[in-house]
């Protein structure tokens, strides 16, 4: 196996600070759906390096490692842990996909009733990059889900909401109508008291007989006779009725018959308005008992999206997907980064490459024992009896066993269910093993293989002779010893 070289630049101006860094010790991590990992020693004397504008170069945050071996892609880490031992700079860089870990959404709010989870991914990296000093230059690949987040609206409950918009629409004109109609009653009312030489307000009274009590007001105008005809017009002076001139007579009776007809139509729009209004009621009633049907949209806002890398972590086990850094040399000098998509996972069977115990295998993998629980109780956002809940159990044969996971930074139910259902199934207390030390070989090479690959394992394991296919989730590579450490999942 060659030889690693390690070079500094910083960030996020890209600068090279060092190409021949003498990171000592070193270790380079490459896992799946995960940032990479680079750590090692640097004298202690290094932690005063500087930039050619005598700034400090290593600092974390803002100076990141790329390591390099021949014939294979660079690994990228930004650094962003430094402590000191002795005489030694202990240094750890984590690949770029680690930058929206604890970063909280602070754009314009994201909400869709039908988005993938990849453009959510999508949506993230180029909201966190779009702000000065974000941008890593880092480019998503391409590649759909085929799934989406968030609920649209139900058919029924959409049709059901454009009916009530229509039913509105049409109260608000009968309403109007009706007020106009009476707006018109009052004007013709008007004009008959005015004709009699009355202000507004008074009533007009038709009937046989001269009015009595309280109606012998000095507003009042009264109209002798029936529905056949009228015989005359009177006003009260305040002792007696006293009849209207011919001139005044006739004006006021044309306004007084105009005000009869329009007192029929306001009776018509009246009852229009009314029986409109019932019908929009039923209509806003059919609104609210589809209210199952609501929107759900998926969000991404300031108050509740606080950790940018969980989100992504989330949508990769819900959907599923599954994702890879990929770091390539532009020129010498320059590096472009991509994070490639699997959907729904990456790898391939090897069936060329081969892990026998013994050969390139230095030791039996050891044995781990999951957590037991037949039900789990997953507690999201909220407080007290508004909190998000989900009980998810699962029958295993033993003791009723729950456990509780607190994740507060879950705030949609489907988030909540799904995350209770992969606990519950990781809690059933089997014996497996997770990892795998290995040197560099013939069999199985550095670099013959990649996270997400599935390889062939035989051996005397002590416990019991293994032969199954096992499938790398992560490689660990000693840089001074060629040694490899793998985790694994049995398959």
């Not at 060659?2 to 190409?19: A, E, I, K, N």
Request: aromatic share 8%; glycine share 8%.
């Amino acid at each position: 196996m060659s030889d690693w070289r390690f070079h500094l630049m910083t960030l996020p101006d890209r600068v090279w600070v060092d190409r021949d860094l003498p990171l000592q010790d070193a270790k380079v991590i490459t896992p799946l759906s995960g940032p990479a990992s680079i750590s090692g020693q640097l004298p202690l004397g290094y932690r005063g390096i500087e930039t050619p504008d005598r700034k400090r170069a290593l600092v974390e945050w803002g100076s990141a490692i790329v390591a390099e071996q021949e014939g294979r892609d660079p690994v990228f880490g930004i650094v962003d842990e430094l402590s000191t031992d002795g005489d030694w700079l202990n240094v750890g860089a984590g690949g770029f996909t680690s930058y929206p870990q604890g970063m909280p959404w602070t754009g314009p709010q994201l909400s869709s009733t039908k988005i993938d989870p990849l453009d959510v991914v999508r949506a993230i990296w180029d909201r966190l990059q779009s702000y000065e000093s974000g941008d890593l230059g880092v480019v998503v690949g391409e590649g759909r889900s085929l799934k989406y987040l968030g609920k649209p609206e139900g058919k029924e409950l959409t049709a059901a909401k454009r009916f009530q918009a229509y039913m509105q629409e049409q109260l608000d004109y009968t309403k109007e109508q009706a007020e106009g109609d009476a707006q018109l009653v009052e004007q013709y009312a008007t004009k008959a008291l005015a004709a009699a030489g009355l202000p507004k307000g008074g009533l007009l009274i038709r009937q046989q007989s001269a009015p009595t009590g309280d109606k012998r007001s000095k507003r009042n105008l009264w109209f002798k006779g029936n529905a056949d005809g009228l015989l005359g017009g009177y006003t009260w002076n305040g002792k007696k009725w006293v009849e209207l001139s011919t001139a005044k007579f006739n004006a006021a009776s044309d306004w007084f018959f105009e005000w009869l007809d329009q007192k029929e139509v306001l009776k018509d729009s009246k009852a229009m308005y009314s029986k409109t209004k019932t019908e929009f009621n039923d209509a806003k009633s059919k609104v609210n008992d589809l209210s199952d049907q609501k929107a759900d949209p998926y969000q991404l806002n300031w108050w509740e999206t606080h950790d940018l890398g969980s989100v992504i972590s989330d949508l990769a086990r819900e959907t599923p997907f599954e994702f890879r850094e990929e770091t390539k040399w532009v020129g010498d000098d320059a590096l472009s980064h991509r994070i490639v998509l699997g959907v729904p996972e990456f790898g391939v069977r090897r069936e060329d490459l081969r892990l026998e115990i013994g050969v390139n295998v230095t030791a039996p993998p050891p044995l781990v024992e999951s957590d037991y629980a037949s039900h789990v109780l997953v507690l999201g956002a909220g407080e007290g009896r508004s909190m998000l809940n989900t009980l998810a159990s699962k029958d295993r044969g033993r003791l009723r066993r729950t456990v509780v996971v607190e994740r507060k930074d879950l705030t949609r139910k489907d988030r909540v269910d799904a995350t209770a259902r992969t606990e519950v199934n990781a809690r059933d207390a089997e014996w497996s093993f997770e990892s795998l030390s290995l040197v560099d070989h013939p069999m199985c090479p550095y670099g013959s293989f990649d996270v997400g690959d599935y390889l062939y394992l035989t051996g005397d394991a002590g416990w019991t002779q293994l032969d199954q296919l096992v499938r790398v989730t992560e490689i660990a590579v000693d840089c001074v010893t060629g040694n490899m450490d793998l985790k694994v999942v049995s398959t």
